[in-house]
């Protein structure tokens, strides 16, 4: 049985009506402002006042800052739905986007206010969250969804041992961005894997229904889910072990299989379905690079890493946060002429991180152009969609696409 969620009268600020407002909005800032930092970072051009290493805070900040703010509007949204309880508004909302906004700031400077502060601040956020979603589950006894809150659990945990090395503990702070990017690409596989067919199904149904639908969810799925769960959790824990090359290509393999197997083909009149394909591609390429970048040197490490955060992450972030964005403010679900440049932005942005390894002396251009389309892609959508998310939900004439 599907629950029916119910909904308080809100009258207050219209961005705090929904979880996925201000999250969506945030994580759109977030991400079009830490790339460009990064990226001055990364050439020299200013010094960062943080305590974590200029490296280890550019992936933790897009793992648990960007990423971790698109999980926690997808969630605060999808949950009503799943449990029929209350939806997180008002005051309560806006106390955990605080916490949130918080941590970013803190982190940045934590070389200034100090790495304990910093890290009691920062882990608060995920701390809070984790208690809100367990409650929410539990008492609406979802029992299906209790794996988000181990995905939770795991994402602070990751975020924990980042702060370890930025309190001179211990030197897990590659560690927990690994564990933090996995359950993030695990996230992708499981929520993807549901909602991907479901959205293309339906569409095929009205707008193509001479194509077969997509492959009802079987074996093939589950066995897809755990040997992408035992590849990541063997990258995550031991990136150099022998094993791990060949768990990610045969993960990388299976999840083209089942991908091959959703029509997405069959999309291409619909973008904000196609998107979501191609999102889920990146997933399968990513894994596959990730397992041929320890048996042949065919492309730099880092074009497997970036497949899977710009290509998968960054991809799957926008497709989601656009749709969500548009069904849940009254607009139709209608990709327009500003949607579709986002995607091609951010399309455009994960080819060029990959290939930046291999252009040679241009590699650097390649890079700050690859950073500057990220960065378009967010802004645009920040842009874009900020007028719906922080105004109240509309229909009728008023109900455009964007």
Known sequence: ????????????????????????????????????????????????????????????????GFAMATVAGFLLTAIPNWTGRMPLQGGPLASLVLLWA?????????GAIGAPAASIVDLSFPTVFLAIVAREILAGRNWRNLPMLGALLLLLTGNLLVHLESLGIA????????????????????????IIPSFTRNWLTKARPEIAPPAPEGRLDLATLVVTGLALACWAAAPDAAITPWAALIAGAAVAVRWSRWRGA?????????????????LALGLLLLGLDDLTDVLPATAALHALTVGAVGTMTLAVMSRASLGHTGRPLIAGPGTKAIYALITLAAVLRVLSPLAGQSADLVLSLAGTSWSAAFLLFA????????????????????
């Open 102 to 110: 918080s941590g970013r700031i803190a982190v940045l400077f934590s």
């Open 266 to 282: 069959r999309t291409l009149r619909e973008p904000l379905l196609l998107i979501l394909h191609l999102g889920y591609g990146w």
């Open 383 to 402: 842009i874009l969609y900020g007028g719906p998310l922080t105004q109240p939900r509309v229909t009728g004439d008023a109900a455009k696409p964007i």
């Open 1 to 64: 049985m599907v629950a029916i969620p119910r909904y308080r009268r809100h009258s207050g600020p219209a961005l705090l009506a929904a979880g996925f407002r201000p999250f969506f909005l945030g994580a759109a800032l977030w991400a079009a402002i830490a790339i460009p930092l990064w990226l001055a970072l990364y050439t020299g051009e200013v010094g960062l006042p943080s305590a974590l290493a200029p490296l280890v805070w550019h992936a933790h900040e897009m793992i648990f």
């Open 171 to 194: 030197a897990t702070g590659e560690l927990g961005n690994r564990i933090g990017l996995a359950t993030l690409l695990m996230l992708i596989s499981l929520v993807g894997g549901r």
